[in-house]
């Protein structure tokens, strides 16, 4: 069976499943609150207002909001195979387990994308009517928001990798949540030392401090460089992803 075809599989399993009402959740909380404090941004000393608003928004939704929706989808997604002992069904069949949960990452992924979209896409909306309902003249950055979410989307990857293998190790349900909570809180602690390089669970939030911190001081030099946070990053991405493929379904086939 096809990689294709295990991704046509899974996403059949999960579609009649709360995640797409699950990942507007988050979106739709860190929108409302920067809606509901529009007026504290477009004063007469405020420049660039919309990307301020932006920022600061997208604080606690890029350290916490946004790790813990792909926690719960990453329980969600697994769960479909502990239930009713449907890993054993699946692995009785002529599948590689390695495919199933490379498949699985998968459709992670493309919830991860959706929220990003949905995030994107909730903004922009909230945008274009706080300004034609209060009369706000400044125009909606459009393409800055599309580029901050693209950068959430990427710096997210080896977090959401090293979610599911987490998952995948403790199968437990309120282990692998508990787990993966405990790294997650101390994210925005992490991000103020050198440790954050080989920190995932805070990438996307350092991400939004480099920005916050480029546009409180004005600078032109970009707080976030990419190197070396790029291998890091992709190394971290590359194992965390092969540890979750490897032993999954492992202990099932003893």
Same mark, same amino acid.
């Given at each position: ?131 034609? #309902?209060?009369?706000?003249? !400044?125009?909606?950055?459009? *393409?800055?928001?599309?580029?901050? &979410? @693209?950068? =959430? ?62 546009? #409180?001081?004005?600078?032109? !030099?970009?707080?976030?460089? *990419?190197?070396?946070?790029?291998? &890091? @990053?992709? =190394? ?19």
């Amino acid at each position: 069976m096809s990689l294709l075809e295990l991704l046509k599989i899974e996403f059949m399993k999960v579609k009649r499943s709360k995640i797409v009402p699950l990942i507007f959740i988050a979106p739709l909380l860190v929108v409302a609150s920067g809606i509901a404090n529009l007026s504290s941004y477009f004063t007469p000393e405020y420049t660039n207002a919309w990307p301020a608003m932006f920022i600061q928004s997208a604080l606690v939704y890029a350290y916490y909001l946004l790790p813990l929706s792909m926690i719960i989808v990453c329980v969600m997604i697994a769960g479909r195979e502990t239930q009713n002992n449907g890993i054993m069904k699946m692995l009785a069949l002529p599948v590689s387990r390695y495919a199933l949960s490379l498949a699985k990452f998968c459709v992670l992924m493309f919830y991860l994308l959706m929220e990003m979209v949905v995030f994107l896409a909730v903004f922009v909306a909230a945008g274009l009517i706080a300004t034609s #309902t209060m009369g706000i003249t !400044e125009t909606l950055p459009v *393409l800055y928001l599309l580029k901050w &979410c @693209a950068g =959430l989307f990427l710096t997210m990857l080896p977090c959401v990798a090293t979610m599911w293998a987490v998952t995948v190790l403790f199968e437990k349900p309120l282990l692998s949540v508990g787990l993966n909570l405990l790294l997650v809180i101390p994210g925005v602690l992490v991000a103020n030392t050198p440790l954050w390089i080989v920190y995932s669970y805070c990438y996307s939030g350092y991400l939004v401090s480099c920005s916050l911190h480029e546009f #409180t001081t004005n600078t032109s !030099e970009p707080a976030f460089e *990419l190197f070396p946070f790029l291998p &890091c @990053a992709a =190394l971290i991405f590359a194992l965390v992803l092969i540890l979750a493929v490897t032993q999954f379904g492992k202990k099932e086939m003893r």
